[in-house]
């Protein structure tokens, strides 16, 4: 049983950086994919960033490539997610999910991961 915890979610303007970060335990970290995914009000949840589960290629939702980094520190059992250059439209929950079954196909499938966490808010004005 994994346990993902997120954190530093906030209040942020137009063009500002934040980062998010997702703390995991209870599993062994490197054999997961732990990625991040987004859900705005009113919105299906969605894929931002990530890797398939022992992999270094790391996959971009279009509407965040060139301003969000994902990272990963597997002895710190910690995911991470950069971003920069914030859009109001960036504005949602953001939760970590943990997966270790995952192929090309289903990287950015929400039905794909068994194991979420409770979200961090990130909140963009204009």
């Known amino acids: 049983q994994v346990q993902l915890v997120e954190s530093g979610g906030g209040l942020a303007q137009t063009g500002d950086s934040l980062r998010v970060s997702c703390a995991a335990s209870?599993?062994?970290?490197?054999?997961?994919?732990v990625n991040w995914f987004r859900q705005a009000p009113g919105k299906e949840r969605e894929f931002v960033a990530g890797?398939?589960?022992?992999?270094?290629?790391?996959f971009y939702a279009d509407s965040v490539k060139g301003r969000f980094t994902f990272s990963r520190d597997n002895a710190k059992g910690m995911v991470y997610l950069q971003m920069n250059s914030l859009k109001p439209e960036d504005t949602a929950l953001y939760y970590c999910?943990?997966?270790?079954?995952?192929?090309?196909?289903?990287?950015?499938?929400?039905?794909?991961?068994?194991?979420w966490g409770q979200g961090t808010q990130v909140t963009v004005s204009s």
């Open positions: 999910a943990a997966s270790q079954t995952l192929i090309l196909s289903t990287v950015s499938r929400p039905s794909a991961y068994h194991y």
């Open positions: 209870g599993g062994t970290f490197s054999r997961y994919a």
């Open positions: 890797t398939r589960q022992s992999a270094s290629h790391i």
